[in-house]
């Protein structure tokens, strides 16, 4: 039932996402022109040049809204799908809680990650012009894994860098699985009430963000040895990674709250409107 509900979200959440990033996607190729335009002669032209900027003015503001609309979009989608009316068919299926809240979660993990990506490709091919660089340029001037690997084995730090990776990569993971359950928790948590829902929604909202901030600043000063003393890459890289550490820690134990405040708010008292 989890594979027909994903694929249920995928399908629902593809009509929003695909057009945006098809949008954003000819908005890089007109950016990419601009950035050509202002390169050669044409930026002589004051109108044509005050074109080119605004449209990369237009690209900039289109990547910051994709990003913020990619978790508007996985936000909304719990709310209309389990808070609203479609709610009282959701329940009648048969799925636990914890199904419907993981179909949630995996489908806006998917999107977070194929819309960063997305952002960071048409981002550097935008720019590829720049300076009169081509993708085979760019290409052939990277040295190969062996090379790399053998340079990060002289220096010393290839185990070291590889563990600030992995922590670094479970900590993004991590966070963003909690930024979905920030919402998905404050808003179960206020439409357990009869009234006022979406205002009680915000209020858990902002008491939750302070209750984690105060705990997460008492965990960090209670951190003894946070702090480097040596100046060098190796001990950098250490510092990294404990740093990393402690952001997966305090992302498992907010997650895990938040979790089970969806749960608790899915399951017990819920007022669908």
């Known amino acids: ?56 003015v237009f690209f900039g503001v289109g990547i910051v809204a994709v990003s913020v609309m990619t978790l508007v ?22 799925v636990s809680v914890h199904g419907l809240i993981w179909s949630k979660l995996i489908v806006s993990l998917v999107w ?32 190969s894994w062996s090379e790399v690997l053998q ?4 220096l010393g730090i290839r185990g070291a860098l590889g563990e600030v990776f992995s922590w670094a990569t479970l900590a993004m993971l991590l966070g963003a699985i909690v930024s979905c359950l920030h919402f998905y928790g ?30 997460e600043m008492s965990f960090a000063f ?10 060098s890459v190796r001990e950098a890289l250490h510092f990294a990674s404990r740093i990393s550490m402690y952001a997966c820690l305090m992302q498992l134990i907010q997650g895990a709250v938040l979790y089970l405040a969806t749960v608790l708010g899915l399951k017990r008292g819920l007022n669908l409107e």
């Open 1 to 56: 039932m989890l594979g027909k509900l994903l694929k249920h979200e995928f399908r629902a959440t593809g009509r929003i996402m695909l057009p945006m990033m098809g949008a954003l996607l000819a908005m890089a190729l007109l950016a990419n022109l601009s950035i050509r335009g202002l390169a050669g002669g044409l930026s002589d032209i004051p109108a044509l040049r005050i074109l080119f900027i605004l449209t990369l």
């Open 73 to 94: 979009v996985m936000v909304s989608r719990f709310y209309r799908n389990l808070l609203k009316s479609e709610g009282y068919l959701m329940f009648t299926l048969p």
């Open 112 to 143: 977070f990650f194929v819309t960063g990506l997305f952002i960071l490709l048409i981002m550097g091919l935008t720019g590829l012009n720049m300076a009169d660089t081509s993708l085979e340029m760019i290409i052939s001037g990277f040295p």
């Open 151 to 154: 340079k990060l084995d002289e």
């Open 186 to 215: 404050a808003m179960a948590l206020g439409h357990m009430f009869s009234k006022n829902k979406v205002l009680l929604s915000v209020v858990f909202f902002v008491l939750i963000s302070m209750a984690f901030n105060i705990m």
């Open 222 to 231: 209670g951190i003894e040895d946070l702090f480097f003393d040596e100046n």
